[in-house]
C-alpha cells in the first residue's frame, strides 16, 4: 500500500493568495528539492500515513476545500491521489514551487517559483491559476513568463520586524506601479491561527 510522508493534516481558514480567508484542509507533505534560507516548515517531522488513513482524516472536516502543500507536494501527488480526494467531492488546490510536473486533475495550481533563490529550481510548469511571488528585494521581471490568471506579491517574513515593514512597504509600492498583482499578506499569522 502506497504511503506519504505527511508533516501534519489540519483544518484552518487559507492564510494567504487568492483564497484567504477561505476554510480549507491543509494536508503539508514533509520533505521538498529546495532549500530556501525562508522556509518555515521543518522536514525533519512528519509521520508515514497510507492513503486511506490521509482520506479518512480529511473526511473529519466539512469544508470541500483541500490544500496540498508542504514541503513539495509534486514530489507525491498522483492522479490517482488526486481522484480519490474528488471522490469525497473535494476541490484540491496545489501549493508548489513548480520544479516538477503536476497531475492534470488538480483544480487550482498556486505557483511559487523559487529560480532565484536556487540555481536548480527551473520552473517546468507553463502556466498557473496564481502566481504568488515572495518577494525579498529581487527582480520581479524575471516572472513576467509564467502564464498566471491571477498576480500575488507576498513579503517574505524575515523575522527582522523593521525589514519586513520595510519589504511590505515597497510590495505595496509595486502593486500601486503594477496593477494587475495584487498584494498577499499571511493573514493567518496576524491572527493568530495554524
Wanted: charged residues 25%; hydrophobic residues 30%.
Amino acid at each position: 500500500m502506497r504511503t506519504f510522508k505527511i508533516n501534519e493534516i489540519f483544518y484552518s481558514l487559507q492564510g494567504e493568495g487568492f483564497y484567504t480567508g477561505t476554510p480549507s484542509i491543509f494536508i503539508r507533505f514533509s520533505g521538498c528539492n529546495l532549500d530556501c534560507p525562508f522556509c518555515d516548515t521543518d522536514h525533519s517531522e512528519g509521520q508515514t500515513l497510507t492513503e486511506p488513513e490521509i482520506l479518512e482524516e480529511v473526511e473529519k472536516y466539512p469544508s470541500q476545500h483541500v490544500v496540498l502543500t508542504g514541503g513539495e507536494p509534486s514530489l507525491y501527488i498522483d492522479r490517482e491521489f488526486i481522484q480519490s480526494l474528488h471522490s469525497l467531492g473535494k476541490f484540491v488546490a496545489v501549493e508548489t514551487n513548480g520544479t516538477c510536473p503536476l497531475p492534470d486533475n488538480v483544480d487550482w495550481v498556486t505557483l511559487s517559483p523559487k529560480f532565484d533563490v536556487q540555481p536548480d529550481a527551473a520552473v517546468t510548469l507553463s502556466e498557473c491559476d496564481e502566481l504568488k511571488v515572495v518577494y525579498r528585494r529581487q527582480d520581479m521581471g524575471i516572472y513576467s513568463g509564467i502564464a498566471a490568471r491571477h498576480h500575488f506579491i507576498q513579503p517574505c517574513d524575515t523575522g527582522d520586524k523593521k525589514l519586513d515593514r520595510q519589504l511590505l512597504s515597497e510590495s505595496v509600492e509595486f502593486c500601486k506601479e503594477h496593477p494587475h498583482w495584487r498584494l498577499s499578506l499571511q493573514t493567518h499569522k496576524f491572527i493568530g491561527i495554524q
